[in-house]
């Protein structure tokens, strides 16, 4: 699947078109992440459809995720700053359409149980060069856009209980990595100033990432699955954390 190119390059084209500072100052900023799924990302109903491969996923029915972002900054111009980030964002997930569509595999062999409960899960973990362009200046602290792409490692990891025919119960886990995706974002925030080395930093940012296409495979209760997703996944983050200037460089 080509991936686009274009709004990467825009990105770089803004950031290296501001003149150079007298002075390379850095940053090192760290937060934490709630993240709310939207679209087909949070949806829960009729997700997960019959295909001949296996499944086709329509929907992540991912909930609210938590995580974090470490990023070191530097800058480059007047009001721009380029820099490199690191995040985790963990989602739990509705499964119940998972286990919906493996109970309902035919059991040929008339070995295999039920699965009774199963829940699901959706990890994130990025490598971003965020661009951040400072909009106000002010006596509290500034306020400014960010624009960040990259690449996201995306997996999704069942857990569940399956009621065997003999009536015991035995651990149902499987992991789906669907390899790096690429990713848009772009947001506002605000940094307060509490000290000379220290500032609060809040951010409120749209995620875009291209998952549409993406295939993985693994093996739940005994049957081996082929999963490709059929939706892009998009979410919006909310980041409070801390920036920390490193000194000039």
């Not at 690191?86 to 595999?105: P, Q």
Request: with cysteine; net charge neutral.
């Amino acid at each position: 699947m080509r991936k686009p190119v274009g709004p990467v390059l825009l990105v770089i084209a803004l950031a290296c078109a501001a003149p150079p500072a007298q002075a390379a100052e850095v940053n090192f900023n760290a937060g934490i992440v709630g993240a709310f799924p939207i679209a087909a990302f949070a949806e829960k109903d009729g997700i997960i459809h019959q295909a001949p491969y296996g499944w086709s996923a329509r929907g992540g029915g991912a909930e609210t995720g938590f995580g974090f972002n470490l990023e070191l900054e530097t800058r480059v111009g007047k009001v721009t700053w380029v820099g490199f980030r690191f995040g985790y964002v963990r989602h739990g997930a509705d499964a119940s359409g998972v286990k919906d569509f493996v109970n309902g595999v035919p059991d040929t062999s008339g070995t295999r149980g039920e699965i009774t409960a199963l829940d699901g899960a959706w990890a994130c973990t990025s490598i971003g060069l965020p661009v951040r362009f400072v909009a106000r200046d002010y006596k509290w602290g500034t306020t400014y856009l960010k624009l960040d792409v990259g690449w996201t490692r995306v997996t999704c990891s069942y857990d569940g209980v399956m009621d065997e025919p003999t009536g015991t119960e035995r651990p149902v886990e499987a992991q789906f990595g669907y390899g790096n995706q690429f990713f848009l974002s772009g947001g506002l925030g605000a940094d307060f100033r509490v000290g000379k080395a220290l500032a609060v930093i809040a951010e409120v940012k749209y995620y875009y990432t291209y998952t549409r296409g993406a295939e993985a495979t693994s093996t739940i209760a005994g049957s081996v699955i082929r999963s490709q997703l059929y939706y892009d996944t998009q979410t919006v983050e909310v980041l409070v954390g801390v920036r920390m200037p490193l000194g000039g460089i």
